[in-house]
T-cell receptor, first 112, second 116 residues
């Protein structure tokens, strides 16, 4: 089955700086790559996703890039703000799979 | 707001007892998932329900775990003879259409289970 690796496990950034989280996946058949944000005491919430027919997608301060050849994708957060502090999960899925495979999560701390 | 609702939010139980966790998905969502989140771990898939199809139980860690979805809506996850390693947050999610690449999962806030 699909195996998703996520690193680094924790990331501290100064407010206003950029944060980048990288994920790798194992199944070349995967074609859907979402990112979820989990705030303390809440369930994960989708923030952005990308499908394999594009290499990059942007939504305001967040962007995701995908390299299908290398089987990795990254989340980029620019101009970080304290409310960006959370755990971020990457995931991968594809046709024929019943569910997404999630990474272990990345704790992002934005230092004011 | 008709989000995914889970109960109880917190459950403390003694080793060996049975527990039931409930999930009310978003109305109209045909797909329902249970995931487990242990400390420092990712989201571990447990079970998936899609409409009237047979559920995908491939993620259940042992035969002490079972789940039902009645009437295509509410789901109950049951853990029998709980063990300390069952302590985790159990997350339920629903989506409009099921499958690994068909779009957003809407998660509940989870049920935190502590087994003493």
């Amino acid at each position: 089955g699909e195996n998703v690796e996520q690193h680094p496990s924790t990331l501290s950034v100064q407010e206003g700086d950029s944060a980048v989280i990288k994920c790798t996946y194992s199944d070349s058949a995967s074609n859907y790559f979402p990112w979820y944000k989990q705030e303390l005491g809440k369930g994960p919430q989708l923030i952005i996703d990308i499908r394999s027919n594009v290499g990059e997608k942007k939504d305001q301060r967040i962007a995701v890039t995908l390299n299908k050849t290398a089987k990795h994708f990254s989340l980029h957060i620019t101009e970080t703000q304290p409310e960006d502090s959370a755990v971020y999960f990457c995931a991968a899925g594809g046709y024929g799979n019943n569910r997404l495979a999630f990474g272990k999560g990345n704790q992002v701390v934005v230092i004011p | 707001g008709a989000g995914v609702s889970q109960s109880p939010s917190n459950k403390v139980t003694e080793k060996g007892k049975d527990v039931e966790l409930r999930c009310d998905p978003i109305s109209g969502h045909t797909a329902l998932y249970w995931y487990r989140q242990s400390l420092g771990q990712g989201l571990e898939f447990l079970i998936y329900f899609q409409g009237n199809s047979a559920p995908d139980k491939s993620g259940l860690p042992s035969d002490r775990f079972s789940a039902e979805r009645t009437g295509g809506s509410v789901s109950t996850l049951t853990i029998q003879r709980t063990q300390q390693e069952d302590s985790a947050v159990y997350l339920c999610a629903s989506s409009l259409v099921g499958g690994g690449n068909t779009g957003e999962l809407f998660f509940g806030e989870g049920s935190r289970l502590t087994v003493l």
